[in-house]
Nanobody, 124 residues
Framework: VQLQASGGGLVQTGDSLRLSCAASGRTFSGGTMGWFRQAPGKEREFVAAVRWNGGMTYYADSVKGRFIISRDKAKNTVDLQMNSLQPEDTAIYYC??????????????????WGQGTLVTVSS
């Protein structure tokens, strides 16, 4: 599976941005897709994920209520709608795909496939 992320950019505090990730190589028929991010000097952290079958979603506490993850099974894509962006959201955002256990949805080691990353910069 190859993952291609797009939609990053430079925005101001309070703005919105939408990231998109397209899976190719083979039809993603199950498992979970999501997003992680890594800010300069910090560890990679979980942002959001969605179960391909059933659509159950998971969010980090820091983005809950502001970000919305969605998937389009026909297009094999997953989007991340980011609202009310804050400077602390500045990071490289990575699209991921894998088959994590329920208890491991937020762990980066649970995801076998990673996209190249897209930079989101939020200015104050």
């Amino acid at each position: 599976v190859q993952l291609q992320a797009s939609g990053g950019g430079l925005v101001q505090t309070g703005d919105s941005l939408r990231l998109s990730c397209a899976a190719s190589g083979r039809t993603f028929s199950g498992g979970t897709m999501g997003w992680f991010r890594q800010a300069p000097g910090k560890e990679r952290e979980f942002v959001a994920a969605v179960r391909w079958n059933g659509g159950m979603t998971y969010y980090a506490d820091s983005v809950k209520g502001r970000f919305i993850i969605s998937r389009d099974k026909a297009k094999n894509t997953v989007d991340l709608q980011m609202n009310s962006l804050q400077p602390e959201d500045t990071a490289i955002y990575y699209c991921v795909a894998g088959e994590p256990a329920l208890s491991a949805t937020r762990s980066p080691t649970s995801y076998r496939h990673w996209g190249q990353g897209t930079l989101v910069t939020v200015s104050s």
